[in-house]
C-alpha cells in the first residue's frame, strides 16, 4: 500500500490597515470612477486578493464602524471588487460568540 501525502500548500497573509479610509462620502469621488488615493489603493488590495478572513468583535450586534465603512468603499460602482472573491469570517463576544456581528457581515 503506498501512503501519499499531502501537497504542501503555501500561503501569504496581509493585514490591510482600514483605520485610514474617510468615512464614506460620495462628493469625495473624483470623477469617473476615480477614488481618493488612499481608498484607491485600499480597493486595488482587495482586487488583487484571492480571498478574504475578517476577523472582527461584535459590536452593539453588528461589525464596527471602520468595517462597514471599508466593506462600502470596496463595493461603491463602478466595480464592486469583492465580487467572486471566497471569504472567511471569525469573531468573538459574549455568549453567542459573535454570531449576530457575523450575521451582518455575511
Same mark, same amino acid.
Given at each position: 500500500?503506498?501512503?501519499?501525502?499531502?501537497?504542501?500548500?503555501?500561503?501569504?497573509?496581509?493585514?490591510?490597515?482600514? %483605520?485610514?479610509?474617510?468615512?464614506?462620502?460620495?462628493?469625495?469621488?473624483?470623477?469617473?470612477?476615480?477614488?481618493?488615493?488612499?481608498?484607491?489603493?485600499? =480597493? =486595488?488590495?482587495?482586487?488583487?486578493?484571492?480571498?478574504?478572513?475578517?476577523?472582527?468583535?461584535?459590536?452593539?450586534? %453588528?461589525?464596527? @464602524? +471602520?468595517?462597514?465603512? @471599508?466593506?462600502?468603499?470596496? %463595493?461603491? +460602482?463602478?466595480?464592486?471588487?469583492?465580487?467572486?472573491?471566497?471569504?472567511?469570517?471569525?469573531?468573538?463576544?459574549?455568549?453567542?460568540?459573535? @454570531?449576530?456581528?457575523?450575521?451582518?457581515? =455575511?
Amino acid at each position: 500500500m503506498e501512503v501519499m501525502k499531502k501537497e504542501e500548500v503555501e500561503m501569504e497573509m496581509e493585514y490591510i490597515e482600514i %483605520s485610514t479610509l474617510p468615512m464614506l462620502n460620495t462628493d469625495l469621488l473624483l470623477g469617473n470612477g476615480v477614488f481618493p488615493p488612499v481608498v484607491e489603493d485600499f =480597493r =486595488r488590495k482587495i482586487l488583487e486578493a484571492d480571498c478574504f478572513l475578517f476577523a472582527s468583535p461584535e459590536y452593539n450586534y %453588528s461589525v464596527t @464602524a +471602520p468595517l462597514k465603512n @471599508a466593506l462600502d468603499w470596496a %463595493s461603491c +460602482p463602478p466595480t464592486n471588487v469583492w465580487a467572486d472573491k471566497a471569504a472567511a469570517i471569525v469573531s468573538a463576544s459574549g455568549s453567542l460568540g459573535g @454570531a449576530r456581528g457575523q450575521y451582518h457581515l =455575511r
